[in-house]
């Protein structure tokens, strides 16, 4: 009887294992968060850099110009 309690507890073991179904699953899940961040990133951004652009029009400079105002490298 203890032979088949310690076969019924090692086999649970395996059975909490993830599947590859199960991190195929959860590994989509964190790339699809990662790019639906990536797009708001990259819409806030081009909403800035058309701030940007406002203010440089208005001001009559560069946009490089207010760039350099506001912190921002070329790179950023």
Known sequence: MEE?????AESGDANDEPT?????AAA???VKE???LLHEY???KDVGQGLM??????RGVRIVEVQE???IDAQD
């Open 4 to 8: 088949n309690a310690l076969s019924d």
């Open 20 to 24: 590859e179904t199960d991190i195929m």
């Open 28 to 30: 989509n899940k964190i």
């Open 34 to 36: 990662h790019i639906k």
């Open 42 to 44: 990259n819409e806030l």
């Open 53 to 58: 652009g406002l203010i440089a029009d208005q």
């Open 69 to 71: 105002e506001f912190g």
